[in-house]
């Protein structure tokens, strides 16, 4: 067994503490990553604070990994010593089920296995990215592209996915109008792959305060969705909605802006119920969907479309001993548009 410096919470709620995990011996589909970045991520934060439930404490979060292969297992073929690679949410599923052979690992049948606050089919729970080192299984280690940033590219793995996912499902996107709801971690990302994609992106934002950030990334158009009639001149308007908040919505006036046919997909994880007037889906044929990330085919796939068109995200690099200032800030939305840490730094 391998010991490497990591942060853990040991109750809900936090604080961070130094400690140290044990990672296993390589086996030989194996690789071992010494970690550069791990992405802060605001699931990170749900889980940590206790909204999802289901907390195995201590917990090391982390799922938005960039790193350094410094071994491979015997049976290892397509990764060597010093690539740079990334690991997303999950580690293991069990590759035999339907949703496995279709490439949809993330809805594993036997059960996914995330990277961290999960139990592995050995029963060896999982530990994150913040720490110094991980081993994974091959196949769920990306290769990075090449020129693609270690710290711009760490939240791609999870908020990158997760954005990509819906707009590729639901498109394809030239010439049609897509509104992105939130210039936030996933937001800002959102606005960039759509308008990659050829959409003419809308940003919504609850206020004036990122709309100059949001015509940078990419946006055409910049809405502020606070106040009852908000979203009143945008009446039939988008073909796509693509949801990145976590605070409910007003569904029937988001529902409005949508062309007959037109889907508002849901990326973001509110805690309260969603619920909207039959009519408002009725009058147009429209859909309320959701997206979770993607599997390891596609997300290679958004690997290299952003290094195609040069997207990574925009990031705030902080070290450890930021991480509970990083998580604070969070909570009270003060990031543009992404924390992620340096590795490096924890353990000293």
């Given at each position: 067994m391998m010991t490497t410096p990591a942060l853990s919470v040991t109750a809900v709620g936090g604080p961070f503490v130094p400690t140290t995990v044990s990672r296993r011996e390589l086996r030989a589909d194996d690789v071992r990553?010494?970690?550069?970045?791990?992405?802060?991520?605001h699931s990170d934060l749900h889980r940590v604070d206790g909204e999802w439930g289901g907390g195995i404490f201590p917990m090391v979060p982390g799922h938005e990994i960039t790193g350094v292969v410094t071994a491979v297992g015997e049976d290892v073929s397509g990764l060597r010593v010093?690539?740079?690679?990334?690991?997303?949410?999950i580690v293991n599923s069990c590759g035999e089920c339907g949703p496995c052979r279709e490439g949809r690992q993330q809805f594993c049948a036997a059960g996914v296995v995330e990277t961290y606050n999960s139990r592995d089919y050995d029963g060896s729970v999982t530990y994150g990215g913040y720490s110094r080192g991980i081993v994974v299984r091959e196949a769920f280690a990306?290769?990075?592209?090449?020129?693609?940033?270690?710290?711009?590219?760490?939240?791609?793995?999870?908020?990158?996915?997760?954005?990509?996912s819906p707009l590729r499902r639901w498109g394809p996107l030239k010439d049609r109008s897509v509104a992105v709801v939130g210039v936030g971690g996933l937001g800002h990302l959102g606005v960039r792959m759509a308008a990659a994609m050829g959409a003419e992106v809308t940003a919504v934002s609850r206020s004036t305060r990122k709309h100059a950030d949001a015509?940078?990334?990419?946006?055409?158009?910049?809405?502020?969705?606070?106040?009852?009639?908000?979203?009143?001149?945008?009446?039939?308007?988008?073909?796509?909605?693509?949801?990145?908040?976590?605070?409910?919505?007003?569904?029937?006036?988001?529902l409005a802006t949508l062309r007959p046919g037109g889907v508002l997909v849901n990326v973001g994880a509110p805690q309260a119920p969603i619920s909207c007037q039959p009519s408002s889906l009725i009058d147009g044929n429209k859909a309320i969907a959701g997206s979770m990330i993607g599997g390891l085919a596609e997300t290679?796939?958004?690997?290299?479309?952003?290094?195609?068109?040069?997207?990574?995200?925009?990031?705030?690099?902080?070290?450890?001993?930021?991480?509970?200032?990083?998580y604070r800030r969070l909570r009270e939305g003060d990031v543009r548009f992404r924390f992620v840490m340096d590795a490096s730094t924890i353990g000293k």
């Amino acid at each position: 067994m391998m010991t490497t410096p990591a942060l853990s919470v040991t109750a809900v709620g936090g604080p961070f503490v130094p400690t140290t995990v044990s990672r296993r011996e390589l086996r030989a589909d194996d690789v071992r990553i010494e970690i550069a970045f791990t992405g802060i991520c605001h699931s990170d934060l749900h889980r940590v604070d206790g909204e999802w439930g289901g907390g195995i404490f201590p917990m090391v979060p982390g799922h938005e990994i960039t790193g350094v292969v410094t071994a491979v297992g015997e049976d290892v073929s397509g990764l060597r010593v010093d690539d740079r690679v990334g690991v997303g949410v999950i580690v293991n599923s069990c590759g035999e089920c339907g949703p496995c052979r279709e490439g949809r690992q993330q809805f594993c049948a036997a059960g996914v296995v995330e990277t961290y606050n999960s139990r592995d089919y050995d029963g060896s729970v999982t530990y994150g990215g913040y720490s110094r080192g991980i081993v994974v299984r091959e196949a769920f280690a990306h290769r990075l592209p090449e020129g693609m940033e270690l710290a711009n590219a760490a939240p791609l793995l999870c908020a990158g996915i997760t954005v990509y996912s819906p707009l590729r499902r639901w498109g394809p996107l030239k010439d049609r109008s897509v509104a992105v709801v939130g210039v936030g971690g996933l937001g800002h990302l959102g606005v960039r792959m759509a308008a990659a994609m050829g959409a003419e992106v809308t940003a919504v934002s609850r206020s004036t305060r990122k709309h100059a950030d949001a015509r940078r990334l990419g946006a055409a158009h910049v809405l502020a969705a606070d106040g009852p009639d908000a979203l009143a001149g945008a009446r039939d308007r988008f073909d796509l909605i693509l949801n990145t908040v976590s605070a409910p919505l007003a569904m029937d006036d988001h529902l409005a802006t949508l062309r007959p046919g037109g889907v508002l997909v849901n990326v973001g994880a509110p805690q309260a119920p969603i619920s909207c007037q039959p009519s408002s889906l009725i009058d147009g044929n429209k859909a309320i969907a959701g997206s979770m990330i993607g599997g390891l085919a596609e997300t290679g796939e958004m690997l290299r479309f952003c290094a195609e068109h040069g997207i990574g995200a925009q990031v705030e690099v902080v070290d450890a001993r930021s991480i509970d200032t990083a998580y604070r800030r969070l909570r009270e939305g003060d990031v543009r548009f992404r924390f992620v840490m340096d590795a490096s730094t924890i353990g000293k």
